[in-house]
């Protein structure tokens, strides 16, 4: 009787749906509070006063410029 | 496939890339920024309205180290997408290594996600723009993303259903189709409306240098990508080990 071990090593492609749904929902997060919020996150929990402090449009305010995404 | 390897240097390679973004803006386009910014103070203060200058050198200064977070959050968003674009793309991307094949993939988007838009609605530095315009304008730019981005998945999968066969025919029929779909949508789509009332020479430069600096980002992402890539091999797995009696 003998044995023998062997170490295989496979290639794969493709990706499970829940790291292309993690990965999907970075995107569109990332790029929403970046690129786009105008106070509508924070509203969630401020009510208006996030809408005429725009905290996240201020704070990104010079990468949105510098990225591309409309400003003022 | 090693899922959770393969998240975490994608997310990494953004995150680095991003904060480069950031710290390289530092220098080449604030220069550009404070120029319009103080453009603005300018009408502000002509207009009538106070201007507190010492409370507006510390704001910016928040709003500066706000570029550098922003630009790690962005970073980290766009690689999401990256690194689901290349794991499907990577078979087909020439480049004898990983490092190779992700700067090619990476000067494809930055084409379709970046320049493709920015040609259509350039970007402006403050002092350009209607506030009460913005959510339009969001729109406009989101649009043209989104139909650069969809015309160019799908050219990719013409491009693959075409086959090996039909190579030479690839070549032409898959650059057309994105460039007329591309020339439809700035055909149809409006134009930024907005005044401009900054100098010409303000303008250009901003956007020459905001491309320069994207393009930077796009390529540091590509490299980052390949290099862990080539290091981690998310791609192979290990079989168990099978033992034969």
């Known amino acids: 009787m003998s044995n023998v071990n062997m170490l295989l090593v496979k290639e794969s492609s493709g990706l ?15 790029m929403f509070i970046v690129g786009y919020d105008q106070g509508q996150l924070f509203s969630l ?23 591309g995404f409309p400003c003022h | 496939m090693k899922t959770l390897a393969f998240i975490l240097i994608t997310l990494i390679s953004g995150a680095i890339a991003g904060t480069i973004l950031g710290l390289i803006n530092q220098l080449l386009v604030e220069p550009y920024i404070d120029q319009a910014i103080e453009i603005e103070v300018q009408n502000t203060v002509a207009s009538g309205e106070p201007v507190d200058l010492d409370e507006l050198v510390q704001y910016r200064l928040w709003q500066k180290g706000g570029e550098i977070v922003a630009g790690t959050i962005l970073g980290t968003s766009i690689s999401a997408l990256f690194g689901i674009v290349y794991v499907y793309s990577r078979d087909s991307l020439p480049g004898s290594n990983n490092k190779k094949k ?18 259509k609605y350039p970007a402006n530095p403050p002092a350009v ?21 969809f015309t160019a998945l799908g050219v990719a999968i013409i491009y693959r259903s075409l086959g090996q066969s039909r190579k030479e025919s690839r070549k032409i029929i898959v650059p057309a189709t994105y460039a007329v779909i591309i020339a439809l949508a700035f055909a149809v789509l409006p134009n930024n409306s907005d005044e401009v009332a900054i100098s010409a020479d303000l303008l250009m430069n901003f956007r020459i240098v905001t491309t320069i600096t994207m393009g930077i980002f796009w390529g540091a992402l590509g490299i980052l990508l390949g290099s862990f890539w080539d290091v981690v091999k998310p791609h192979e797995t290990r079989a168990p080990k099978l033992r034969t009696v």
Request: glycine share 10%; charged share 15%.
């Open chain 1, 45 to 67: 929990v401020e009510g208006q006063k996030a809408f005429d402090d725009m905290w996240m449009h201020e704070f990104y305010h010079d990468l949105r410029h510098a990225a």
């Open chain 1, 16 to 30: 499970p749906k829940i790291a292309i749904g993690v990965l999907l929902a970075i995107l569109l997060f990332g």
């Open chain 2, 102 to 119: 992700g700067l090619i993939l990476a000067g494809i988007m930055f084409f379709v996600i970046f320049l493709i838009p920015a040609l």
């Open chain 2, 129 to 149: 723009g209607d506030p009460e315009t913005i959510e339009y304008r969001e729109s406009l730019y989101i649009g043209m993303l989104v139909i650069s981005g």
